[in-house]
Structure formats: structure tokens, C-alpha cells
């Protein structure tokens, strides 16, 4: 039975940096894992209702206007979970009203902790290398605009895989992806190892 994930894809080229983040803090499933918001989290589904997935995230994504992500700094979901993520200083609230979309119908599966918009960067280190992760990516900003979502499928050698991509509304912000400060680090602490 497939594994899914609904998401958002973190254009580049804070997905390649924040990927080598991971993968230079010591994870080696890192490279197989791409930079994300997570929509729906790792799901089994039937591969027969592959289809109806995909007809029904086609309209969840098409009922949530095209909207702006503004990525700032560093938070955490210790002690309740060994996580460090980027946090969402603009843009949740759309989030939420896109996982609210596509977590239903066929894809309506229970959460462990209610939904929090995030990118992780950390996840099941010790916890001097999670607060190595949290310095490291203190000063880290990243603004972007969202106009898809992307049904991935776990392939147990390749990792997560794009499978298909639907679109949002288009009447939303078009500022697209900026260059504007992308201070922190391209690679993470020396002694690190990270799992997300």
C-alpha cells in the first residue's frame, strides 16, 4: 500500500539550503527528504484510490486562493517533541485553510498535535545539537509566494517522489520568490546529525 504526503514544496534556493542544513547536520535520510510544509502527514492509502486522491486535492487546492509565506527565524516543539523547524511568520493562517481542504473526504486522518505550519530542520538529536540548529538558523529569512500543492509518494529507495501538483486559486499575491536576506548558514554544526 503507497505511502503519501501532501505538502508544500519550498522553492529553491532555501530548499537545497535548508536540505544541506539537514544533511550537514548528520541525517542521511536528508537528501531524501525535501524541503516541505507538511499539508497531510504520511498517510497509507489504497493505490486503487490514488485517483480520487488526487480529484479531490485537485479541488482542495483550487478552493485556496495563491497566498505569501514569509519564513523567519527558528522554534521548537521540545519538550513535547525533539523538533526545531523554521517558523512561518506570515502565511499560517493560509496554511491552515489549505490542510483544512485537503484533510478530509478521502484524506480525512486523525493528527497526532493539532496543525502547525512548519519547515523542519531538526528532528530527533540531542539536545545540544537541537540547539545548535536553533542558533544556526536564528538570523534565516525567506519570503514566497504559493501557487501549488504536491501529492508526494514515499519510494523506500528514493525517498519522497512528486507525483502530481495541483494548483491554488491564482487570484492571490504574485510576488513569487525573493531575494531578499537569506542570512544563516548554508551548512549546519559540524557535530550535528538530524533526522526530519
Known amino acids: 500500500m503507497p505511502t503519501i504526503g501532501v505538502a508544500i514544496a519550498v522553492p529553491e534556493p532555501w530548499a537545497s539550503q535548508l536540505q544541506g542544513f539537514r544533511t550537514d547536520l548528520g541525517d542521511p535520510s536528508a537528501s531524501l527528504i525535501p524541503t516541505h510544509i507538511t499539508v497531510v502527514p504520511p498517510t497509507e492509502v489504497p493505490e486503487g484510490d490514488l485517483p480520487a486522491v488526487s480529484e479531490h486535492l ?3 487546492a483550487a478552493s485556496v486562493e495563491a497566498f505569501d509565506v514569509h519564513l523567519l527565524s527558528t ?3 521540545r ?5 526545531v523547524f523554521v517558523a512561518l511568520e506570515d502565511g ?3 496554511c491552515g485553510r489549505l490542510q483544512a481542504a485537503a484533510r478530509s473526504g478521502p ?4 493528527l497526532d498535535y493539532p496543525y502547525h505550519p512548519h519547515v523542519t530542520v531538526a528532528h530527533h538529536l540531542d539536545d545540544e545539537r537541537l540547539d545548535a540548529a536553533a542558533a544556526d538558523l536564528a538570523d534565516f529569512e525567506a519570503t514566497f509566494t504559493v501557487d501549488s500543492l504536491a501529492l508526494w509518494v514515499h519510494d523506500a ?12 486559486a491564482t487570484t492571490g499575491p504574485t510576488t513569487g520568490p525573493t531575494t531578499g536576506p537569506t542570512t ?8 550535528g546529525e538530524e533526522r526530519a
Not at 519538550?79 to 523538533?83: A, F, G, K, Q, Y
Not at 484524506?107 to 486523525?110: A, C, E, H, N, T
Not at 544563516?184 to 557535530?191: E, F, I, K, L, R
Request: proline share 13%.
Open 58 to 60: 485537485d479541488a482542495a
Open 75 to 77: 522554534g521548537t516543539f
Open 79 to 83: 519538550p513535547v517533541s525533539p523538533v
Open 92 to 94: 499560517a493562517e493560509s
Open 107 to 110: 484524506l480525512d486522518v486523525p
Open 157 to 168: 529507495d528514493r525517498g519522497w517522489q512528486t507525483a502530481a501538483e495541483f494548483a491554488l
Open 184 to 191: 544563516g548558514p548554508t551548512t549546519g554544526p559540524t557535530t
